[in-house]
DNA sequence: AAGTAGAATGAACACTGTTCATTAACAGGG
DNA sequence: CCCTGTTAATGAACAGTGTTCATTCTACTT
């Protein structure tokens, strides 16, 4: 890329986004670096940090696409199934295939952390919140529609179920293999809703 | 350290290890680095490769140090329960507990990943074994002392746990603060095992 | 045509884990 | 007591990493 040469700041920014994302994908985020995308698209090291302020900001960005797609998929998902308790299974079914099916970029949305002391940016947090509503919106009906309780129920839910994806992706569930991740997530989706109705 | 002398092996790595633990436990896992170790005991880089094969391996020592912690501060915060619902929510209480008084050590626990390919070794996954075993010896009254059953549901618990906590730790529940994974883990725990029991 | 603003550049810096030829200290034999 | 292995501590060197910034060149404005 010849210097000085004005090229268009968006159409780099998202090269830059594809790149990474297919190193990513391909081969993980430790085979990732600022080099390796510059070498890509063919231009020097500096003129990334021209459009994201580090290697990290591009690891967020990615993450928000992901969790964009995610939070579609979810929503495809469990749409058209009116029972909210089979719904919520479906939910959950389709979160473990996601994190299956997106293995290496759903390893950077679970394993990216913010360097101590940072928080994360509003946007991110944003989409966070997106998929945390999505959840809470689903469990509400199970739970009398009490606002506070569905919340509570979302946020165990979500964090239990990204537990279990992320034990069987790295083979920490001793003989647990990735298929029957969704077992587990079936059979945690089912008794810990069946279990908050007790009663 | 003078050049040829001999040294107690055995205690070098012990020095290793708890001058790494030390730092890791002020600093965390990203501030660890096989130069920070050698300048605090005072010798060379290579000299720490003459006992570990790796600073992965000095991570896996550690870890296996931090989950024999972990196992014994469970066994003795739920033992003398004799109900087992409440002992496995004791548990529960317990590893949340774990994961906020330890939370560098435990972020090294459940962040740290073998390079793909790579299996855990037969001693970090015999830890691990171990605490999985723990869990479903207290989920097995709750099932008829249905093996197979004890063991999905210690799975699902496990998992789930670990979870809430690294949600919890890392800002990701929104406004869920450390304090507040307890109770979500409490409430996680119960309703399982209660929607385990219905019908 | 001259001047200026802006961005692409890549060398340089301070780090990382890992390797390995060098070298110093010890142990045993003559 | 010296000499000769053997052993292990050493730290320079290597190939990486993210990040910075003075330089340089282009494109646009005056």
Do not use: F, H, R
């Given at each position: 890329m010849a210097r000085g040469q004005k090229i268009d700041h968006q159409e780099l920014h998202t090269t830059i986004l594809n790149v990474a994302t297919q190193i990513i994908k391909d081969?993980?985020?430790?085979?990732?670096s600022i080099r390796k995308i510059a070498k890509k698209i063919g231009c020097a090291v500096g003129t990334l940090y021209n459009v994201f302020n580090s290697i990290d900001d591009i690891f967020l960005s990615i993450n928000v696409a992901t969790m964009t797609r995610l939070h579609k998929q979810l929503q495809q998902e469990a749409q058209?199934?009116?029972d909210p308790l089979a719904a919520m299974i479906l939910l959950g079914r389709g979160y473990v295939a996601f994190s299956r099916d997106n293995y290496h970029l759903w390893s950077l949305l679970v394993d990216h952390k913010m360097q101590l002391g940072r928080t994360l940016p509003e946007n991110v947090q944003g989409k966070i919140d997106d998929l945390f509503l999505l959840v809470s919106g689903m469990v509400a009906p199970l739970v009398s529609n009490d606002r506070e309780k569905a919340d509570q129920a979302a946020k165990v839910l979500w964090a239990s179920l990204h537990g279990v994806c992320s034990l069987a992706m790295s083979g920490k569930?001793?003989?647990?293999k990735a298929e029957a991740a969704d077992v587990l997530a079936e059979s945690l989706v089912r008794n810990y809703l069946l279990g908050l109705q007790v009663k």
């Open positions: 081969e993980g985020m430790k085979c990732l058209g199934e009116p569930l001793d003989t647990v």
